[in-house]
């Protein structure tokens, strides 16, 4: 079975499922989209599956669920698509607009990554590895990314860990960088 190829239309995938949320605004410079960051993610910390990183992104997490959920339910925060561990792709926000994945963050000496990045979330943490399917999946979305944002380039995908050192940690111990970028 080949993997179909992903498609990007006006900032949006195609044919794939798509979760809208509310936590984005619009970039300063839309032409200036230039990073991709790479994160992890799972509800309630080390669980997978279910609905809880979609209500999350929607602001619509139940504080009462989880005690972890208390603690984070009033943030506001999204990410342009999250990959699960089957390796289906959600996307949330538009690539033309600001996604708030990134946080205080600063590249190459340029601060407010938000503003020109796309931030893909894998679902996963730092304690196992992420899937064959979740490498499959983010290959194939970040060659679509690369094709419809050329200043993307393999020199300007980076993870969370590079743009907030010492705050975040992501993607994380376990993600196989050789992997991932040498299918590029």
Request: hydrophobic share 35%; aromatic share 10%; charged share 25%.
């Amino acid at each position: 079975m080949t993997e179909k190829t992903l498609k990007i239309d006006k900032g949006w995938l195609t044919n794939t499922r798509k979760v809208i949320s509310p936590h984005f605004d619009l970039r300063p410079d839309p032409q200036d989209i230039s990073l991709l960051i790479i994160h992890y993610i799972s509800l309630p910390p080390e669980h997978f599956g279910g609905s809880d990183i979609d209500d999350f992104f929607q602001g619509k997490l139940d504080p009462h669920r989880h005690p972890y959920f208390a603690e984070i339910s009033a943030l506001r925060v999204s990410a342009h698509c999250l990959i699960n561990r089957a390796g289906e792709i959600t996307q949330y926000v538009n690539f033309h607009d600001r996604a708030w994945h990134a946080g205080v963050s600063c590249f190459e000496g340029r601060e407010k990554c938000n503003d020109f990045a796309i931030g893909i979330e894998l679902e996963g943490s730092n304690e196992q590895p992420f899937t064959t399917q979740q490498y499959a999946s983010l290959q194939r979305l970040t060659q679509a990314i690369m094709q419809a944002y050329p200043l993307i380039t393999k020199e300007r995908i980076v993870g969370h860990c590079d743009v907030s050192p010492g705050r975040k940690i992501d993607p994380g111990q376990y993600f196989d960088w050789a992997r991932y970028l040498q299918a590029l």
